[in-house]
């Protein structure tokens, strides 16, 4: 019985060794969420606010961009990064959406690489929430509980700041992703309906780069039907 008592642990141990515990970094760094009201007079709010990419593919591209690298020799692939803040300074980010994927929640009749297809898919994917397929609307809830992709952001003036967690693995090579890492952009409003993103930070390297990129505003129907994660769980953050 002991013997077994001492595999155990040692196994619990190898376990935690290799996975790690998940952390939250740069707590400190964060912007106070508990008293952070945006006006809407600087922003709007009923839709998001977008920036267009272009990403070139490898030689081994993923499916279904293979197949369409395949059929017009293009690996030139438009995405989209997209930001939903809400007026308690709530963000959510989704990025690398494209119109090529054949995403769980956003199944379409025609996959196309251009931005419009990106923009239709998220749309799909907002609609996808709200599905009367159960399994659907479980799975299309945009992961509440994940502090993946969560951030804050904070006005002030004509300034705008936007945090963001990204999860990353601790030990690159060695573990699992098991740590939230903090990301910050700033820049500048030109009206209620776009910004300037002028720097971009990783606490984690303590690295600042300079950026001039432009997100615009798309309005919807709908939003993410999600809680402020950071009001939810207030504890966690202290």
């Avoid at 196309?112 to 599905?131: D, G, P, R």
């Avoid at 700041?161 to 409003?189: M, T, V």
């Avoid at 009206?191 to 505003?217: M, P």
Wanted: with cysteine; proline share 3%.
């Amino acid at each position: 019985m002991r013997n077994r008592h001492i595999l155990l642990i040692l196994a619990i141990s190898f376990i935690l060794t290799s996975c790690g515990i998940f952390k939250t970094h740069h707590k400190k760094e964060l912007i106070d969420f508990e008293n952070n009201l945006i006006s809407s007079q600087s922003i709007k709010f009923q839709g998001y606010y977008f920036t267009e990419l272009e990403w070139e593919y490898g030689e081994y591209p993923p499916y279904p961009i293979d197949e369409y690298y395949k059929k017009t020799g293009i690996k030139k692939i438009k995405h989209l990064s997209i930001f939903f803040i809400y007026e308690d300074g709530f963000v959510l980010n989704i990025s690398g959406i494209n119109g090529l994927s054949h995403y769980y929640c956003a199944r379409k009749e025609a996959y196309e690489n251009t931005y419009e297809s990106a923009h239709k898919t998220i749309e799909l994917m907002l609609e996808s929430q709200n599905s009367e397929i159960k399994q659907i609307k479980r799975n299309c809830r945009f992961r509440p509980d994940d502090i993946n992709n969560k951030g804050l952001a904070k006005i002030n003036g004509d300034s705008i700041k936007i945090q963001f967690y990204r999860i990353e693995s601790q030990n690159p090579g060695k573990d699992s992703f098991n740590s939230a890492y903090l990301h910050e952009i700033n820049g500048i409003i030109k009206n209620d309906s776009s910004f300037v993103i002028k720097s971009k930070t990783q606490f984690r390297y303590n690295k600042t780069k300079s950026e001039n990129r432009l997100f615009k505003f798309r309005q919807t129907k709908q939003k993410p039907n999600i809680e402020n994660y950071f009001k939810k769980r207030k504890n966690q953050f202290k």
